[in-house]
């Protein structure tokens, strides 16, 4: 049997769906706080600190969905890992350049989810989030094979390389 194995990696809606919930609950708060229905704060301390909230929620936001993009997980026979991010086409014609990762102890290999922690030879840390609805069902579980696989291949006493600053 082999643990090679390439999938091409969706954002999870299940994920969009929570973090847009999440999102909804913070403005709620911000509302709650700026009407003064939450303390007993001045007109302008409550109104400044729900426009923060807001502002900052919104900065978030904005930073997890230009994070959320598609990519292309690729593992061999051997345990080599090769990770390309789509480019803003999000199409298997726009990948970038792809990059031999290894797979870091710190990864969480559960069931339902999958988030590997892989490190490139300069050193950079990238962690690829793979939910059930984000691949296949059949991928999903090769790919939960391959991680563990080489998770239990790896001796676990070898620190990860630390980048240089």
């Not at 989030?129 to 790896?154: C, G, P």
Request: glycine share 4%.
């Amino acid at each position: 049997m082999s643990i090679a194995v390439t999938a091409l990696i969706h954002p999870s809606r299940c994920l969009s769906m929570m973090v847009g919930i999440m999102f909804s609950l913070i403005l709620l708060i911000a509302a709650l706080i700026g009407v003064g229905a939450v303390g007993d704060l001045l007109l302008i301390t409550r109104l400044l600190l729900a426009l923060m909230i807001v502002v900052m929620a919104a900065l978030l936001y904005r930073h997890w969905y230009r994070r959320r993009a598609s990519c292309k997980l690729s593992i061999s026979g051997t345990g080599q890992i090769r990770l390309q991010r789509l480019n803003a086409g999000r199409s298997e014609q726009n990948l970038e350049e792809s990059e031999s990762m290894t797979l870091l102890p710190a990864s969480t290999l559960w069931p339902h989810l999958l988030i590997l922690h892989l490190q490139d030879t300069q050193g950079s840390i990238e962690v690829v989030l793979i939910m059930r609805d984000s691949v296949s069902q059949e991928t999903f579980n090769a790919l939960l094979v391959a991680s563990r696989w080489l998770s239990n291949r790896q001796p676990e006493t070898e620190p990860p390389a630390m980048r240089q600053n």
